[in-house]
């Protein structure tokens, strides 16, 4: 058997949700974006999951409503993700109505619980203290009112999820944290796929442009540079680095969110579907626990890193 098989695709373009939702496998991370272009040239190149936060709402929303007003797509067949800040903690509802405003949109299909702290911080100098069960009980009733279709979290490890699991109404559909070929959390990964909890990667390819400069541990890392990934790169020359370290996490069941600032990366993002990494290689692929590195740390945020 081949190494990549290159007749062989990713056989599917959505994955199910425990609440019975189909979200898309691979989507596009807005962080960067600084126009609106590149969320409508990347909605017209077939993105069709679009995971934004706060402060891009807006330029992500005129790209959202453009491309459905030239009916490149219906509302129905996106999948937007937005995200409840720290210091919107202590009233989810407001901040989703917000959100749903700067997006101009009637409803997200899921909305993630960003953090994993009980740190409400209401200006730069105060803060309060909100159990992360209040505020999940806060985020079910959302769901109830239509303004999201699910609720998740993000850079939630296995004791954060134990303080919402045993009380919640409505499970966390999705878990978004950094996970890559260098922070391959396998533990993590399987306690998420027994409850049924899909992982979205953040960072999936670690790029400069994309990691917060400040929150770099180890300034050498480049997924890049990965020995396997070259090898692999080498022997099938057609693929780019970028597509076999993305068809990684889509073998992983992982929906990797790949930013970027152009308007034309995702195209090419989205061809790591149309190829299938052997079995053998994707586990050997991902980093052992004890060669771990991430590029984002919550320490400068929290004191000490509390992301999964």
């Not at 890049?224 to 099938?236: F, G, H, P, S």
Request: proline share 4%; glycine share 4%; hydrophobic share 40%.
């Amino acid at each position: 058997m081949p190494e990549i098989d290159l007749e062989k695709k990713i056989n599917h373009e959505f994955i199910k949700l425990n609440d019975g939702s189909k979200c898309p496998i691979m989507g596009l991370g807005t962080e960067l974006i600084e126009q609106e272009n590149v969320v409508y040239q990347s909605i017209k190149d077939g993105v069709r999951l679009i995971d934004t936060a706060p402060p891009n709402e807006e330029l992500v929303g005129k790209g959202i409503k453009r491309a459905i007003e030239e009916n490149i797509v219906k509302r129905k067949d996106l999948f937007i993700v937005t995200k409840l800040e720290l210091e919107e903690k202590e009233n989810p509802e407001e901040a989703l109505r917000k959100s749903l405003k700067r997006l101009q949109l009637d409803y997200v299909d899921l909305y993630l619980d960003h953090w994993p702290s009980c740190i409400c911080l209401n200006d730069i100098n105060k803060y309060k203290l909100i159990p992360v069960k209040d505020t999940w009980e806060l985020m079910e009733k959302l769901v109830d009112l239509g303004l999201t279709k699910s609720i998740g979290i993000s850079n939630y490890n296995v004791e954060n999820i134990f303080n919402i699991l045993p009380k919640c109404r409505i499970k966390p559909v999705v878990n978004e944290v950094e996970f890559h070929l260098l922070l391959y959390q396998e533990d993590l990964k399987e306690f998420c796929d027994k409850k049924q909890i899909v992982l979205f990667a953040y960072n999936p390819l670690g790029k400069d442009e994309y990691v917060d400069k400040n929150m770099i541990i180890d300034k050498s890392l480049d997924l890049l540079k990965d020995k396997t990934v070259i090898n692999l790169k080498e022997k099938y020359p057609r693929l780019s680095k970028s597509q076999i370290i993305l068809n990684w996490h889509l073998s992983l069941g992982v929906v990797p969110i790949v930013g970027t600032s152009k308007d034309d990366v995702m195209k090419e993002n989205l061809k790591a579907k149309n190829f299938k990494i052997s079995d053998n290689i994707v586990k050997i692929m991902g980093a052992p626990e004890s060669e771990h590195h991430r590029f984002n740390d919550g320490s400068d945020i929290f004191g000490i890193n509390i992301f999964a």
